[in-house]
């Protein structure tokens, strides 16, 4: 894809209709190979396409109905809170009750 731009609305429509007739052709074959089994005589073995030609509907209708394509390509995005700044409170301006010079004490060179 040359850009993010998503693609038409018909032609999304185009391709969620091709999915769908893709998906119930391939449900008609699993139930001609389900009678062709069963009349053969093959028993659970025919079962195996029947189960197939049950189910794949539901999945063709759901994927059919499922709409446009999401926008964001790129999956989740992480959460960043949008906070203040906020000063350390353990950073030298907060020593000596925040006017940003050294505390003075015992043994201080500014007596």
Do not use: K
Not at 6 to 31: E, H, N, P, W
Not at 77 to 98: H, V
Request: charge should be positive.
């Amino acid at each position: 894809m040359v850009t993010q731009a998503r693609r038409s609305m018909s032609d999304d429509i185009a391709y969620r209709q091709r999915r769908y007739l893709v998906m119930m052709s391939i449900r008609a074959v699993c139930f001609v190979i389900a009678i062709c089994l069963f009349v053969n005589h093959f028993g659970w073995l025919a079962a195996i396409p029947a189960v197939g030609a049950i189910f794949i509907p539901y999945f063709a209708v759901v994927f059919a109905n499922g709409g446009r394509e999401p926008d964001n390509i790129r999956g989740f995005m992480e959460y960043r809170p949008n906070l203040p700044a906020t000063r350390d409170p353990g950073g030298p301006g907060d020593a000596n009750g925040g006017n940003g010079s050294s505390p003075l004490g015992p043994g201080s060179a500014d007596n």
